[in-house]
């Protein structure tokens, strides 16, 4: 049982648009602290897609983009492509801890 | 460029201990705000953050696995090493290593990940 939740699958066609949204409590997202998107594609390690909410390091495209309200965030993937195909993670802070979300497999039709 | 890579077992027996070790490369682990996390992934399950070291040597465990695990440091050496006592098949996982990043809570990049087994 994550201290985040994420639905545990998404979908959407090419070019289509899709969010995945991470719900959290008033100890970790709703206090105030940022929320980290990763994508992991098969077989490899995450890489960090999005930071500080709705930041995005250098190479990732503008296709990707985060938001944050009260105690959740959400993810949103417009243009959608095959590549896009993988999993997504949330990560924030709560207690001085480190969490993740259960992670949304994304498929692209 | 910053680079981690895991080393360790691939396997290990039920009620041993786990050592693994962080070999980083492109910045220091002394760097004021940074430090660098254990995360594991069972096979086809989710992220689960373990542990991890500042700069300045302070530690923070997994609430769950506190009582399991140690992580120190060698800056000298550029390594991170974790160890996680009794194992059981239920932490077969890939383990990875990630650099926190010092504007925030967040890790990039991560290490390749190593798998290991717990199996008699």
């Known amino acids: 049982q994550s201290v985040l939740t994420q639905p545990p699958s998404v979908s959407g066609a090419p070019g289509q648009r899709v969010t995945i949204s991470c719900t959290g409590s008033?100890?970790?997202?709703?206090?105030?602290?940022?929320v980290h998107w990763y994508q992991q594609l098969p077989g490899t390690a995450p890489k960090l897609l999005i930071y500080?909410?709705?930041n995005r390091p250098s190479g990732v495209p503008d296709r990707f983009s985060g938001s944050k309200s009260g105690t959740s965030a959400s993810l949103a993937i417009t243009g959608l492509q095959a590549e896009d195909e993988a999993d997504y993670y949330c990560?924030?802070?709560?207690?001085?801890?480190?969490?993740f979300g259960g992670g949304t497999k994304l498929t692209v039709l | 460029q910053v680079t981690l890579k895991e080393s360790g077992p691939v396997l290990v027996k039920p009620t041993e201990t786990l050592t693994l070790t962080c070999t980083v490369s492109?910045?220091?682990?002394?760097?004021?705000?940074?430090?660098v996390s254990w995360i594991r992934q069972p096979p086809g399950k989710a992220l689960e953050w373990l542990a991890h070291?500042?700069?300045?040597?302070?530690?923070s465990y997994s609430t769950s696995l506190k009582s399991r695990l140690t992580i120190s440091k060698d800056t000298s050496k550029s390594q991170v090493v974790l160890t996680m006592t009794n194992m059981d098949p239920v932490d077969t996982a890939t383990y990875y290593c990630?650099?926190?990043?010092?504007?925030?809570?967040?890790?990039?990049?991560w290490g390749q990940g190593t798998l290991v087994t717990v199996s008699s």
């Open positions: 990630a650099r926190k990043r010092a504007s925030g809570w967040y890790f990039d990049p």
């Open positions: 492109g910045f220091s682990l002394s760097n004021a705000r940074m430090g």
């Open positions: 070291i500042f700069s300045n040597d302070e530690k």
């Open positions: 008033s100890s970790n997202i709703g206090a105030g602290y940022d």
């Open positions: 500080g909410n709705s």
């Open positions: 990560q924030s802070y709560d207690s001085s801890l480190s969490v």
